[in-house]
């Protein structure tokens, strides 16, 4: 079974920037999307950024421009570089990794992190 534990979050002034891991356990053969959402103070959860391998990345329009992610299979992990961070880029940030299947993707998802910016 695969665990994710993300890392990385705290609190941030305006203009800053932080990145986020994601380091998953067990085996992610076959796991062909990763990515990135968050929930806002308040909101649902929404997605930031999604690799979905052979085929494309995506990003929020948000995000785009600011924040990067990125992979490395050797170490079994994921990233997300956010630079230029805003206080509306204040969530708890969220991994995931899905495995699409007859009738749709299953995802699994890490705990959390809490990304804060502030003055």
């Known amino acids: 079974q695969v665990h994710l534990v993300e890392s990385g979050g705290g609190l941030v002034h305006p203009g800053g920037s932080l990145r986020l891991s994601c380091a998953a356990s067990g085996s992610t053969v076959g796991f062909n999307v990763m990515g990135w959402y968050r929930r806002p103070p308040g909101k649902q959860r929404e997605l930031v950024a999604l690799l979905t391998t052979g085929i494309s990345t995506n990003y929020a329009n948000s995000v785009k421009g600011r924040f990067t992610i990125s992979r490395d299979d050797a170490k079994n992990s994921l990233y997300l570089q956010m630079n230029s961070l805003k206080p509306e880029d204040t969530a708890v940030y969220y991994c995931?990794?899905?495995?699409?299947?007859?009738?749709?993707?299953?995802?699994?998802w890490g705990q959390g992190t809490q990304v804060t910016v502030s003055s």
């Open positions: 995931t990794v899905g495995k699409t299947v007859a009738g749709g993707t299953n995802y699994l």
